[in-house]
């Protein structure tokens, strides 16, 4: 079931490819959310009832500006202010991001290691990733040394753990059954 | 009227002995003796026959219905005496019934109360092996977790003081591998 974020998303990610400008709108509305959850205030200001719609307008123009992003992006903010949407901006940004992955065959994984990987690394598990998934892959890598050693995968909702913590876990299970 | 005659009846005699006293110890004398005496008999035995026969006859009566009533009265008493010796031989009957019943009761709810408590104790007793087996197992199960988690620990331990760039990368390579293991 397509919740209402989605619909927004939807509409967005479809204008954005339509205009070849899907990855800078990607950032310009990652950017966005970023300066709501620095200035709470800001948020308030948008989604309050008591300000007029003409100044919310003028507040996300002048923000637009400054940010130097597009007219899609202003435009989309417009209609989101209009119909009162400011506070599911998150997940609509959520929905957005896997609606252009989904368009564009790009699979996102998140790469927990226990130390830096080198390019040579990087560039395997990529392959194996885009062998796996099917997709094109692009990951987000992070640092845990409590993972002593190996590396714990996730693509979408699925998680493949390598990791030395993982298999002493295990070890320690088995070892408690018997 | 009949009062008068018998006054007359009965002085004629004595008025008789006054006038000769010695006229009466002739026969004369004897038989007017006789007749006073029969006289007076007779007069006597009227009087009795008259009066008496039936007061006699109603005492008699009322002492013969006394003497039926008091029969009547002593039958009704023996039968309430047999009644209440026949009720009191069945109580006698009932509470030796009732003693019986009270006794095999009595019996009955002791071997009762026996089961339940030999019932009870094998309750109590399964369950105490029940609680004592299954904390044999938690304490079993509580050791090998402390020597799992301590073996563990003691390993994961040893597994960095020896892990160096070569075993990681090897520890990684190895990983890789299995991925694509499961690509192809």
Known sequence: MRTIAQHYADALAEVAISQKSAEQVRRELRDFLALLRESPQLGVLLGSPAVSRANKHAVAEALVERMSASRTLRNFLFVVIDQRRVGLLPEIQQAFDARIDDLEGVARADVTTARELNERERKQLRTVLERLSGRRVEENYQLDPALIAGAVVRVGSTIYDGSVRTQLERLRVKLESQ | ?184
């Open chain 2, 1 to 184: 009227m009949l009062g008068a005659a018998l006054l007359v009846t009965f002085s004629l005699p004595a008025l008789a002995q006054e006038g000769a006293a010695d006229a009466a110890n002739t026969p004369i004398g004897t038989v007017f003796r006789w007749l006073n005496f029969l006289l007076v008999f007779g007069a006597l035995a009227y009087v009795i026959v008259k009066y008496g026969a039936p007061y006699f006859s109603a005492r008699a009566e009322s002492i013969a219905r006394s003497i039926e009533e008091a029969a009547q009265t002593r039958a009704a008493a023996e039968r309430e005496l047999r009644k209440t010796v026949d009720k009191l031989a069945s109580f006698d009957r009932e509470i030796e019934e009732e003693r019986r019943a009270g006794q095999r009761d009595s019996v009955a709810d002791r071997e009762r109360i026996l089961e339940l408590t030999r019932s009870e104790v094998e309750k109590i007793q399964q369950a105490a092996r029940a609680e004592i087996a299954a904390s044999e197992r938690a304490g079993a199960q509580e050791i090998r977790a402390i020597a799992a988690k301590l073996a563990t620990e003691r390993a994961a331990a040893l597994i960095r003081e020896q892990m160096n760039k070569a075993a990681e990368s090897a520890l990684f390579g190895s990983f890789v591998g299995e991925l694509e293991r499961a690509a192809s």
